[in-house]
């Protein structure tokens, strides 16, 4: 089955400053590669997700990059802000309607 | 937007009853839900996945006889806790995949969770 690993598991940053959170998965037929960010008991929250036949693909002030022959993708949030703050999971999921395997997350602390 | 909701959204029980929790996908019809399991600062462990009309897959280590799912229609998957104990404390959630409608297909959309107590 799939595999995904996600580091760092914690990164603190000063606002203003770039997080990346990167991915590595182990199942070449994985094609969807979601990025979900999830506060203190809530739900995990979609925020950026890419294809397989994409390479990067950016919305605002977040950006996810694919590298399908290194099999690993990144999340990379710039000027950031303290309600960045928050724990980030990345997935990865090989068709339509199987599941999603998940990293075991990224807590962002972004300071003031 | 798609809307999948969780109840209740927290209980608290006795050792050895049993507790149901509902996912309910609100403006989308879904095929294929699952469920999760979540332990403090951990990551979402698939539990289960729930295809509406037939029996649930389990995940290796899960208890089918303990975490019971039924999928009686499009819009509603059940977890059932039977003869809960306190290791099975934890926050549970569902998720939900849309086959159709307006809602964009293979997006997985989570609930808000339930957070079960067992004393």
């Known amino acids: 089955g799939e595999n995904v690993e996600q580091h760092p598991s914690t990164l603190s940053v000063q606002e203003g400053d770039s997080a990346v959170i990167k991915c590595t998965y182990s199942d070449s037929a994985s094609n969807y590669f979601p990025w979900y960010k999830q506060e203190l008991g809530k739900r995990p929250q979609l925020i950026i997700d890419?294809?397989?036949?994409?390479g990067e693909k950016k919305d605002q002030r977040i950006a996810v990059t694919l590298n399908k022959t290194a099999k690993h993708f990144s999340l990379h949030i710039t000027e950031t802000q303290p309600e960045d703050s928050a724990v980030y999971f990345c997935a990865a999921r090989d068709s339509g309607y199987s599941t999603l395997t998940f990293g075991k997350g990224t807590m962002l602390l972004v300071s003031p | 937007g798609a809307v999948v909701s969780q109840h209740p959204s927290w209980v608290i029980c006795k050792s050895g009853t049993s507790v149901k929790i509902e996912c309910r996908s609100l403006d989308f019809q879904a095929t294929t839900m699952f469920w999760y399991r979540q332990f403090p600062k951990k990551s979402l462990m698939l539990m289960a996945t729930?295809?509406?009309?037939?029996?649930?897959?389990?995940e290796q280590g899960v208890e089918k006889d303990k975490f019971l799912i039924n999928h009686a229609s499009l819009t509603l998957s059940t977890l059932t806790v039977t003869s809960a104990h306190p290791e099975d404390s934890s926050f549970y959630i569902c998720?939900?995949?849309?086959?159709?409608?307006?809602?964009?297909?293979?997006?997985?959309?989570f609930g808000p969770g339930t957070r079960l107590t067992v004393l």
């Open positions: 890419i294809r397989s036949n994409v």
């Open positions: 998720s939900a995949i849309s086959t159709s409608g307006s809602v964009r297909v293979d997006e997985q959309f």
């Open positions: 729930s295809n509406e009309g037939s029996k649930a897959t389990y």
